[in-house]
């Protein structure tokens, strides 16, 4: 039998650095969860649309089911698992959960590092910047409204958080 066409990939998920075989065609969102056990990044629509694969690369809020994982080699990823810490949930977590921005939870995680990575940007929205910078991720369940509450909540929170 002839050995798989496979390239060493070297990543950084959630501070922690992994060497994984992968294949020329393996999407990031497929090694993530299948090889590496990372289940945060959820496997929705696998065409850009709904956002339920968000992750964080270097920084950047990206898809994964449309970033290839050789395209990753030598990145830092986070994925939702990375936000909070087994004590103490992340302010923007506390925020969804107490404001009942979630549901079924498919989208959740996606939703949780587009907001991160929103509010690094702009620390202090307005519902309607709220509701734009959120079109990229799709929730079937919520009607939005309480996600852009947890959103307000989760900004006003990281501002008191971050100032004591
Ligand atoms: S699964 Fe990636 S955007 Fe839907
Ligand atoms: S909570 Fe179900 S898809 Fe958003």
Do not use: W
Not at 40 to 64: M, N
Not at 146 to 162: F, G, H, P, Q, R
């Amino acid at each position: 039998m002839t050995a798989q066409n496979t390239t060493t990939v070297d990543v950084t998920v959630n501070g922690s650095e992994h060497e994984l075989e992968v294949e020329p065609r393996t999407l990031l969102v497929h090694a993530l969860r299948e090889e590496l056990g990372y289940t945060g990044p959820k496997v929705g629509c696998e065409s850009t649309l709904c956002g339920a694969c968000t992750v964080r690369l270097d920084g950047d809020v990206v898809k994964s089911c449309t970033v290839l994982a050789v395209q990753a080699d030598g990145a830092e990823i986070q994925t939702v698992e990375g936000l909070g810490d087994d004590d103490e949930l992340h302010p923007i977590q506390r925020s969804f959960q107490e404001e009942h921005g979630l549901q079924c939870g498919y989208c959740t995680p996606g939703m949780l590092l587009s907001t991160a990575s929103f509010l690094e940007e702009n620390p202090d929205p307005t519902r309607e910047e709220i509701r734009e910078a959120l079109e990229g991720n799709i929730c079937r369940c919520t009607g939005y409204h309480n996600i852009v509450n947890a959103v307000e909540e989760a900004a006003d929170k990281l501002a008191t958080e971050e100032a004591r």
